[in-house]
């Protein structure tokens, strides 16, 4: 007789799984809804937008996983309405914040290390600001940079090396096609009605906020890495409503700040990842002269209330506010203060100038390019993406103001994110996330393509 030996349980752990992967399965289903429903709800109706982003936290809030809350404060950057003090944007990634601290391992990657030194330089510059100019404005401000800046990195490494990346990213850009979708139908419908196109702006969000977020979608989408695993046809699908968003915007610093990305990867060697894009700059042509035709058009006609001429004024005035204290400047938000002209500078250098004084402008300096460069250092399979994102951002920033809630976080939550997934990656051995030195010790090309076999027969 032969013996049949069974393993116990082996049905009832089947079953088990089956049930996780339904779970697990319909929890993203409803996350991707109910991030679809925000992007589109946010602009027509405030106080449910508010709800649903309280949902959302809920949801992280009883997760079993505390690493789930972090990745909610991605999609959650497109939420603008105010809950008090804070948008509902910083209330997410301040609560995102603590679970993020305590799951974050300092000694995993040296790239996340410089990146919070440059985040401690920029920081610690500023100090002088805050003992020369003391009010209570200037002092929350440098809190919410440290949020914006070292908590935004801490947030996203955490979803990366947890391995949510995909999940986060997935949220956020299908809360953008959303935005999108809407800004698109309002602009048609404005076409309808008036038989003109002109800037388009939802509720709770301004024109250069929707088109800031499409083009960060747009980028992350033309770009995906292949850890996403986003399929090709449905990302270039919502590059196409991503961009028509932008289009609809009328965000120019949107559109400039995807031009100089696509051109810098562009020429960027292969070796590093570039040579993509060369053809899709080609398409960015019409971009670039409605660009040049638009600031022409308001530089020539005489009204001092356009967008470009009442930049002029502001760069002029930022400079006279710069002059109260050349050195270390006259405070962070110093136009809430009641003391200077009440308005933010539409430059990011202008900002710190007047802000923090030339010293401010240094700290600001260091911040930028220390980041950028760390970014650009690492292998292309995780920095290319963030490198589009920050860069993408600090071009944004000197077209229009930089220190804003929501748009201020993503560079250093996506470059925390492609280093969190580069720290998972090579705990799983990915050859591509080793250090150079591991893969030439076994045999590996930069590519992570393994060595050739050789027939010694």
Not at 177 to 206: C, D, E, K, N, R
Request: aromatic residues 10%; hydrophobic residues 55%; glycine residues 10%.
């Amino acid at each position: 007789m032969t013996n049949v030996s069974v393993r116990p349980g082996v049905g009832g752990s089947t079953r088990r799984s089956v049930g996780s992967i339904a779970a697990a399965m319909t929890g993203v289903f409803a996350l991707v809804a109910l991030c679809a429903a925000l992007g589109v709800v946010t602009v027509e109706f405030e106080t449910l937008a508010l709800m649903l982003a309280i949902g959302i936290l809920a949801i992280g809030l009883v997760s079993t996983d505390i690493g789930i809350l972090p990745v909610l404060a991605f999609p959650a950057t497109l939420v603008m309405v105010r809950t008090g003090p804070l948008s509902v944007s910083d209330l997410v990634l301040a609560m995102a914040i603590l679970p993020a601290l305590l799951l974050y391992r300092r000694s995993d990657t040296a790239p996340m290390r410089n990146l919070m030194w440059a985040g401690v330089a920029y920081h610690v510059l500023l100090i002088p600001t805050l003992l020369m100019n003391v009010y209570v404005e200037n002092f929350l401000e440098w809190f919410h940079t440290i949020a914006l800046v070292m908590g935004g990195l801490a947030v996203g490494w955490v979803v990366g090396r947890q391995g949510y990346a995909r999940s986060a990213l997935t949220l956020y850009v299908v809360g953008c096609v959303g935005i999108a979708v809407a800004a698109i139908f309002t602009g048609l419908l404005m076409f309808a009605q008036g038989g003109s196109f002109g800037p388009v702006y939802l509720p709770a969000l301004h024109k250069n906020f929707i088109g800031n977020s499409l083009a960060f979608a747009f980028l992350m989408l033309w770009i995906r890495p292949a850890w996403l695993r986003w399929n090709r046809q449905l990302a270039i699908l919502a590059m196409v409503v991503c961009a028509g968003g932008i289009a609809a915007s009328g965000a120019r610093q949107a559109m400039v700040s995807v031009i100089v990305v696509i051109a810098v990867l562009a020429l960027r060697s292969r070796s590093r990842g570039g040579g993509r894009g060369r053809l899709l700059l080609l398409a960015l042509i019409p971009a670039i002269f409605l660009i040049w035709n638009s600031v022409s058009a308001q530089f020539e006609e005489d009204n001092p209330f356009n967008s470009a001429a009442q930049r002029l004024e502001w760069f002029g005035e930022s400079l006279e506010v710069w002059q109260h204290s050349p050195l270390f400047g006259v405070g962070l938000r110093w136009w809430y203060t009641g003391n200077y002209p009440g308005f933010q500078p539409p430059n990011g250098f202008l900002e710190m100038l007047s802000s923090a004084g030339v010293v401010g402008l240094l700290a600001f300096l260091i911040l930028c390019v220390a980041s950028l460069w760390v970014v650009f250092k690492l292998p292309p399979r995780y920095g290319q993406i963030a490198l589009a994102v920050m860069l993408a951002r600090f071009v944004q920033g000197q077209l229009d103001l930089f220190w804003v809630a929501g748009q201020a976080s993503i560079p250093w939550m996506v470059a925390g994110l492609a280093i969190g997934v580069m720290a998972l990656e090579r705990a799983n051995g990915v050859p591509e996330a080793m250090p150079t030195r591991d893969r030439r010790a076994q045999g590996i090309p930069w590519r992570g393509r393994p060595p050739a076999r050789r027939n010694d027969s």
